[in-house]
């Protein structure tokens, strides 16, 4: 063997050896997610019940309930978790505020939001807010964002106050509570009201009598809520695990779309325990909206826009650049309890491109049908498919 042909056959082997090296990185690597009790994380929990991962070659350690964003977000952070569903701004705060290098790898579903209000109180719109104290789950939030884009609407002006007894008649009070303890809040008037995910909407209805001002949906068209969330050096390190990751959970999503029962059933207590609530409970967010339940001649009326054909709760994991535009634009004008001149440093645009990685999630759409596949949900409003107008009506 000549030299030339040496150096050939070592390039060969090199490679080889470097793509089974790849690929046995990948198969070793378990998947480990966090998640909240809410049915944001639906396409993670159904990708793990449904043995997506598994089908991908992964391993898939069974998923993790944590009961707040701050301590899901900590517990990514410091590595016991290496696939998570966040509130979309929640990433924008821990990529430019806490210089941690995570990256958005797909939407992880739409819509799923509501305002959800007392039976003792009067509130029928974002007008009635005015001296009452509202609950949010995280003040990087699509919640927070949208609840105070309606009260700056209805003339009323957002505070955080500790001391609701100084709170004057033109003012809503914001506070911070986990999901989970909402519902409990609003039975005993600690609150007026609470904006969240998913079933605790529906818990609020079903449980305590509580009642649906509007759907978070019926403002922003088709908003996203979670994301899902990986390191960069994760990503970087290893794209082959990255890539089944993905794949599975748009596989999930493409499952749950058509099979809103089962998903119900199979994260219900009665199923198999991802979230700690009925499965009439679930029926409800997954099936339960309609314009005749909640539309014209109710009051509250929870939707406005039945023209739009939205569902309570959609799935589509392509993150579209103008939502993330969009929602950072409005992080830049929403009040949070802390210091967020951090936001001013960077542009919309800068954000859509350096925070989220789309080459894996459209790959993954690809080889489950195309954006065709999730239609229904209208993905793509343009002429291009990976394009989208975003549509706000308060």
């Known amino acids: 063997m000549n030299r030339r042909e040496f150096l050939k056959t070592s390039i060969i082997a090199t490679a080889g050896a470097n793509m089974a090296f790849s690929i046995k990185a990948a198969s070793q690597e378990e998947v480990r997610i966090g998640y909240l009790p809410i049915t944001d994380a639906t396409p993670l929990l159904i990708a793990h019940a449904n043995k997506y991962f598994e089908a991908e070659g992964l391993k898939a350690a069974h998923p993790a309930m944590i009961r707040s964003w701050s301590a899901l977000s900590e517990s990514f952070l410091s590595g016991k978790f290496n696939v998570v569903h966040l509130l979309l ?11 941690s290098p995570v990256k958005i790898v797909a939407w992880d579903h739409l819509n799923g939001s509501a305002l959800t209000v007392g039976t003792k109180t009067s509130i029928k719109s974002f007008s009635d807010l005015g001296g009452k104290r509202i609950a949010v789950p995280h003040w990087y939030s699509m919640h927070n964002v949208i609840v105070q884009m309606g009260i700056k609407k209805a003339g009323l002006k957002p505070v955080i106050k500790i001391h609701s007894d100084s709170l004057k008649s033109n003012e809503v009070n914001l506070l911070l509570l986990p999901p989970p303890e909402m519902p409990p809040a609003l039975a005993s ?6 904006i969240v995910a998913e079933p605790f909407n529906a818990v609020g209805e079903m449980k305590i009598n509580a009642r649906i001002m509007r759907f978070t949906g019926d403002i922003w068209k088709n908003h996203p ?5 990986m390191k960069e050096e994760l990503i970087k390190s290893n794209p082959v695990f990255t890539q089944k990751v993905v794949n599975a959970v748009v596989n999930a999503q493409k499952w749950v779309l058509h099979n809103l029962d089962k998903t119900a059933q199979i994260l219900s207590q009665e199923g198999q325990g991802y979230l700690p609530v009925s499965r009439d409970i679930l029926s409800r967010v997954f099936t339960h909206y ?32 103008s939502a993330t535009q969009f929602i950072f634009r409005q992080m830049q004008e929403t009040l949070v309890n802390g210091d967020n001149a951090f936001l001013k440093k960077y542009t919309p645009d800068f954000v859509s491109k350096d925070l989220v990685t789309y080459e894996f999630v459209k790959k993954a759409i690809l080889q489950h049908g195309g954006p065709g596949a999730f239609t229904e949900l209208n993905i793509g409003s343009t002429k291009d498919k990976w394009d989208r107008e975003e549509v706000i009506e308060i």
């Open 89 to 99: 701004p929640i990433p924008i705060w821990m990529r430019y505020n806490m210089k």
């Open 225 to 229: 809520c979670c994301v899902v969330v």
């Open 189 to 194: 008037g600690q609150i007026d009201g609470y």
């Open 290 to 321: 309609s314009s005749e339940y909640y539309g014209t001649g109710n009051a509250p009326r929870a939707i406005h826009h039945p023209q739009w054909g939205l569902k309570r709760i959609g799935f589509q994991p392509y993150p579209f650049p």
